[in-house]
Structures are given as structure tokens and as C-alpha cells.
């Protein structure tokens, strides 16, 4: 499913370029909340406010401040927009923070926007084409080189009503984010709210949250419960992704969150320090030769990071990180990268894999990575299970691409190259199974060589260390292979016995012949067939596989013919209602030997049992 109605944009732009004034004359709401703010007149942290557009569409704006010294703050909010303004004073031009916030627009993917031109009522009409003219040069080629230019002067309220317009024609192009997926919420404020509680505040990046929800705060794993939802500080009965949101949360402190976490629902998802890369280097003189130290910033995260690229290809580089903290990212998600000193954006980039193996060859992982860049998630689910030595589990394959359990099953489902086992709630490829059914042929031929008076091998032998479920993969649908019980063989293979062997599989059988329905135990009609009871258990299962003996318990064996007299006489008297004493007086046999014989003639749907009777079926 996907949202609709929502646009979420952010300002970017130069220090005193007009950008709170600018929210604040389309909302009606002051984005200045902090008293430093309100007494310096700029912007320190992230400011917050919406309005409706004429269409009928609702826009939240997250103001980001300009100055240099705050541009972490900024980074936290605008890793969740869906557009930008980019605003630039018309009296300035182009500024070092306008064309580094530009920089990290272009760099975190964003894809649509719109360039406003403030301060027009104190600019001349030089200084207005001029600014234009930068600001083309500046955007030229990129996400904003189309982009309208809207001149607007807040204090004479001229050009407003243009930038409503086109902000309601942005708000039509942008399509709606996935609300189907896992969710996951950055949280960018945590406060405690009297009579309420914990609230938090982000971006739905994806999926949805209702009140009642069970959710878990990443990287600390504490979990909390949705105690309430507001939406432009409207209570919602649900917040899909592309909305700003206000979580209202119980069962934990605020204090115990920060800026940077991510919440999501309490699913088998984890987050990562080490994560495979690729970046964009704003110029060739900031990319590392080594190990080097960075800046990242990452949803409304920031930490320290160590990069090395692994290696440079036509669009950037392929590269990997070692994260200073753990954060919950899957592919595809967006980041900047800062150097540490002088402070500045030097790349962005995209992550590939946030669970790579840690001890591949650094050509095979630059092979891999090449083959995740631009996979679509069903040759990603593909890809992870072609190389995992024993395919995956949905839990990991939801981990490594941030799909829904149900969504990865489908696209399993759908893709011919893999098969899926219920019982053990993994997939593997229709290849590993080829290569396995070779193996256990290979296998079954070397067991039958060195045991050739075996009717089979054991199942449990035979899987080879796979547990049950898997196995039977391997198994099913598969002619030249012979299931019986817990034995398998090679269809074409019959037990070569020694006349030696024959005399005593002979012997053992007359004894339980003779016995009738009063047999004696394994190991006393073994000692009666003169063969050592460990050998003489291998024969003895040769006769119940070969259906001339029937187990009817754990420990008490009846000769076919024996359990064919009991079946016939039964059939005599079907429909009749009888009790173990009357069983007992047509078999002639004692309570010893009829209990466990009734209860194998029950599972056999011979006699069903009625309370303390029996009904012959």
C-alpha cells in the first residue's frame, strides 16, 4: 500500500537567507522554538511546521539551519525529505552554505525541488538577474537544473502565491512512499510531554505505525509500546511513510532516546557496524588512498567512521565502511560523508549491503558488490541465496534487504530458480539442491559398497548434517532414490546377503513364526537364532523393512502372518462393538501382548477405540 497526501520538504540554503521567515509566512508557524534561537535570529536546530496547498495537499516543512556551525542539525533533517527549497537571498547570491547544502541535497538523492529567490523587495533588478544567473550555474545539470525559480519577498508578500502553486504541482509529481514495508521512523527529538509521556518525533521513512503497536528503538533494542500517534498535531488513528509524526511511547523514559535511533516494529531486524558502499566524492582530492577517518551522517544519525575504498568505477567507488556505532540501514538507503577537519561534505553515497561477509577476498567482494549495486530486490534475495553455502532463513534475508517476511516469501515463490521449506522457514536454490542430490547419489553408492547386505542407509546419515525439512528438498522427487521408514538406497539397490546371512535372517524369522501372537523379546529371538544380538538387530530391521516381520512397538515384534490372522478375523466381525477381555479371548493372548496390538490396530484404522471399547472398521 502507499500513502497519499503528504509532501515532506526541507529549506537549504545560506545563514539569513530568509529561510524561517519564508516557512513562517506560508504556515502561519514560527519554526524558531529554542530562546537562543528567538534571541540570535537564526535557526540552531531543526524547525518543524505544515500548511495545506491549494490543491488540497498537505506539505510539512522540516527548516534546517545555515549556519556552518550547525550543519549537523542539519544533516538530521533532511536525510527525510521528499523535495527541497532551495533559498537564496536575492541581495547575496550564491553563499559557501548554499552551495554545500545543494552539495548534500544532490548527494542524498533527493530528486525534485524548487529554487526561491528571497529578499526581492531589497534587491535591485541587477542584483535579482544576477542571483538567477548563479544559482543556474550552480544547479546546472542536476536535480534542480529545470527547477522554477520563484521570487518572493515575505514582508510585502509578493510571489507566495506562486510558490503555493508550485509547490502543489511538486506535491503531484513526487510518488507516494511504500507504506507496505517494514517501518522505520529516525527519530529526531525526544522529549517528555506532561500528562503523556515519551514522545518522539521523525519522518515515517516506510511502513506504518498504529496506537498498540509493539516497537523496538535501534541500535539500544529497548522496547516500548505506540501509546498514541499525531500527524501535523492531529491524533491519527494511523501514520503511514512520507509523514511527519509524533509517537507518544510507554514503557520507556525519553531520556533513554536520542537523536539519531531508529524505531521500527519489534521484527527479527538488527542494526550494523560494518556496511559495503558506494560513494560519490565531491573531488577526486578528498577520496582516501587508506583506511581513513570520516563523518557520517545517516538518517538523523552522525558518528565517527573509518572508509577504504575497494575500488573506482565510472559512477564513484565501491568502498566499505566500519561504523563507530551500530545503525539499522538496508540497501539503497542514503548518507554524506564529512571530513573531520576542516569539517566539510566531501561525499555521499548509497548503502549496498549492510551485512556483508567479513572474510572475503577483496576481489570477490568487489565482485559481489557489483553484482547488489543495482539489483532489484528479487536478484538480491537471489544473489544472498546463491551464495550462502546452505541458502537462507527469511529472518536473514529480511535483515539483508529490509522486505517483509510475507514479501519475501512471495517473490520467493515467484522466482523458478529457488525452492522454499515450510518446515524450516528457508530458501535455497534449485542448483544447491542439483548439487546435493548429486552428492547423496554419490554418497548412497559408496555406503551400498561398503555395506552390500544393507537394505538401506540411514535417513539421519543420508541427510548429511541438513536438518529435516531441508533435506527433504533433497529427497522428494527423486526416482533413483528408495524411503523406507527411516532407511534410504539407490532404487536399483537389493541387500546382497552371504548363504550365511540368509540361514540367519531365516532363523530369526521362524522364531517369530512359530510364536505366533505370544512372540518373545528382540533380544530373546535373536539368542534363539544363535546370532549375536548387535549383528543380529541389522537382520532383524532387514525383516520389518522387507515387511515380513511388523513392529508393533518399540520392543515387540509379531510375524506378518501372525498380524494377517489377527486382520482376518477381525474383518469377521465387522461393525461389532467389543472389549479387550473379549479380544483377548479370540486370540487367546494376554493383556501383555493385546494392549499394544489394539493400539497398533487403531493407528492402522483396523479398530477404532470407543471409551473402553473397540469398534472393528
Known amino acids: 500500500m502507499t500513502s497519499a497526501g503528504g509532501l515532506v520538504v526541507g529549506t537549504a540554503g545560506h545563514i539569513d537567507h530568509g529561510k524561517t521567515a519564508l516557512v513562517r509566512a506560508l504556515t502561519g508557524i514560527d519554526t524558531d522554538r529554542l530562546a537562543e534561537e528567538k534571541r540570535r535570529g537564526i535557526s540552531i536546530d531543526l524547525g518543524f511546521a505544515h500548511c495545506d496547498l491549494p490543491n488540497g495537499r498537505r506539505v510539512s516543512f522540516i527548516d534546517v539551519p545555515g549556519h556552518e556551525r550547525f550543519i549537523r542539525n542539519m544533516l538530521a533533517g533532511v536525510g527525510g525529505i521528499e523535495a527541497v527549497l532551495l533559498i537564496v537571498a536575492a541581495d547575496e547570491s550564491i553563499k559557501p552554505q548554499t552551495r554545500e547544502h545543494f552539495d548534500i541535497c544532490r548527494l542524498l538523492g533527493i530528486e525534485r525541488g ?301 522466482n523458478p530458480q529457488l525452492a522454499f521449506s515450510e518446515g524450516a522457514q528457508r530458501v535455497v536454490s534449485k542448483a544447491w539442491i542439483e548439487e546435493r542430490r548429486r552428492r547423496l547419489l554419490e554418497w548412497l553408492r559408496d555406503f551400498h559398497k561398503k555395506n552390500p547386505s544393507a537394505a538401506g542407509a540411514p535417513v539421519s546419515l543420508a541427510r548429511m548434517g541438513l536438518e529435516p525439512s531441508v533435506a527433504a528438498l533433497i529427497f522428494d522427487h527423486l526416482p533413483a532414490v528408495r524411503l523406507q521408514g527411516d532407511t534410504v538406497s539407490l532404487g536399483t539397490h537389493r541387500a546382497q546377503l552371504s548363504g550365511a546371512e540368509n540361514r540367519i535372517i531365516s532363523q530369526i524369522e521362524g522364531v517369530f513364526r512359530r510364536a505366533a501372537l505370544q512372540p518373545p523379546t528382540l533380544n530373546e529371538a535373536l539368542l534363539s537364532a544363535g546370532t549375536d544380538v548387535k549383528k543380529g538387530r541389522a537382520f532383524l530391521e532387514a525383516l520389518i523393512k522387507s515387511q515380513r516381520l511388523v513392529r508393533v512397538s518399540e520392543d515387540l515384534v509379531f510375524h506378518v502372518d501372525a498380524i494377517s490372522q489377527v486382520r482376518k478375523s477381525l474383518s469377521e466381525r465387522k461393525g461389532r462393538r467389543f472389549s479387550v477381555p473379549e479380544f483377548k479371548e479370540w486370540t487367546q493372548i494376554s493383556r501383555k501382548y493385546a494392549i499394544p496390538l489394539l493400539e497398533y490396530l487403531d493407528r492402522q484404522h483396523v479398530t477404532r477405540r470407543d471409551g473402553d471399547f473397540r469398534v472393528v472398521l
Open 114 to 414: 524548487i529554487i526561491v529567490l528571497t529578499k526581492t523587495d531589497i534587491a535591485g533588478s541587477e542584483q535579482i538577474a544576477s542571483a538567477i544567473s548563479d544559482v543556474r550555474n550552480l544547479c546546472a545539470g542536476s536535480f534542480l537544473g529545470a527547477a522554477p525559480i520563484v521570487p518572493v519577498s515575505v514582508i510585502a508578500g509578493e510571489g507566495l502565491d506562486r510558490l503555493r502553486t508550485e509547490l502543489s504541482l511538486l506535491a503531484e509529481q513526487i510518488s507516494p512512499r511504500d507504506s507496505g514495508g517494514l517501518a522505520r521512523l529516525p527519530i529526531d527529538r525526544s522529549f517528555a510531554l506532561k500528562g503523556f509521556g515519551t514522545v518522539v518525533t521523525g519522518t515515517l521513512w516506510s511502513g506504518r505505525l498504529q496506537p498498540g503497536d509493539k516497537v523496538r528503538l535501534h541500535p539500544s533494542k529497548r522496547e516500548a509500546r505506540v501509546r498514541g500517534l499525531q500527524v501535523h498535531g492531529d491524533q491519527v488513528g494511523i501514520a503511514v511513510a512520507g509523514q511527519r509524526a509524533a509517537v507518544n511511547l510507554s514503557g520507556i523514559d525519553s531520556s533513554e532516546i536520542r537523536r539519531g535511533f531508529v524505531l521500527s516494529h519489534c521484527e527479527e531486524i538488527e542494526p550494523s557496524k560494518l556496511m559495503d558502499v558506494s560513494l560519490e566524492w565531491l573531488t577526486q582530492s578528498d577520496m582516501p588512498t587508506g583506511r581513513e577517518q570520516f563523518t557520517l551522517h545517516i538518517g538523523t544519525a552522525d558518528m565517527r567512521v573509518a572508509v577504504k575504498v575497494l575500488k573506482e568505477t565510472d559512477s564513484g567507488t565501491l568502498a566499505r565502511m566500519w561504523l563507530s556505532e551500530s545503525f539499522l540501514a538496508f540497501p539503497r538507503d542514503r548518507f554524506v560523508l564529512r571530513s573531520l577537519s576542516p569539517p566539510r561534505t566531501v561525499a555521499g553515497g548509497t548503502i549496498i549491503d549492510a551485512f556483508p561477509p567479513k572474510r572475503l577476498r577483496r576481489g570477490k567482494t568487489i565482485s559481489r558488490l557489483e553484482s547488489l549495486q543495482y539489483a532489484d530486490p528479487e536478484k538480491r534475495i537471489q544473489i544472498l541465496i546463491e551464495e550462502s553455502a546452505d541458502g537462507c532463513g527469511l529472518p536473514d534475508l529480511m535483515r539483508s534487504t529490509g522486505i517483509r517476511l510475507d514479501e519475501v516469501k512471495s517473490r520467493v515463490a515467484k
